[in-house]
């Protein structure tokens, strides 16, 4: 069980680790709003690793054949979530987000804003697949339940330890920027977010040309 623990853990850590566009809003979000902001925005994240995590255990070959299937799909409706919230995010105003009240309401929408922005991101799931082959988990109907829920308890825990230990170190240097800085830095992880999703966008539109032009 420890060694379920322990290989499901390296697994959420190896699948948070690269900085993609959840990286850079988790950023965002701790630079404007708090390390508390920027940690529940990579629960989101957490939350939607399990759910690729448990699909790759479980060995639902239908639905990895469904997202293979339409990974084009998947892929420009993917960009088009995260350009959407990268034009949200460059015309957003870090004082208005500095003074918000209702704090609770927005760790919500901030959880949910990652979630669905990792969600629609299935490359993930090839991810994780390649991370439990080199760990050496076993897939399938040869998983038990208890190693089943342990092990992604394990990957549940990795990928939120690496977004505690980003959000806390990034709030360190928090109270070093000013409000114009931390403008600059909202216009950027704005444009930085939305050429990642541009890119997923026009990776699967060029998918579904080549596909009708065979």
Known sequence: MITALAKGFIVGLGASIPLGPLGVLCVQKTL?????????TGLGASVSDTFYAAIS????AFIQNLIDENIDW???FGGFVIMFIGVKIYLTNPIKQIRQKHAHKKHVEDFFEA?????????????ILGLFAAVGIELGESVTKSDLVTTLW????GSAVWWFTLSTTINVFRKRFRIKQLMLINRISGIVIFVLGLISMFN?????????LK
């Open 32 to 40: 404007s709003k708090g390390r508390n902001c920027g940690f529940i």
């Open 57 to 60: 255990l479980m060995g639902l």
């Open 74 to 76: 998947v892929m420009l």
């Open 115 to 127: 979630l669905f922005m990792t969600i629609t991101n299935p490359g993930a799931i090839f991810l």
């Open 154 to 157: 394990g990957v549940f825990a």
């Open 204 to 212: 699967g539109v060029f998918s579904l040309v080549l596909k009708a």
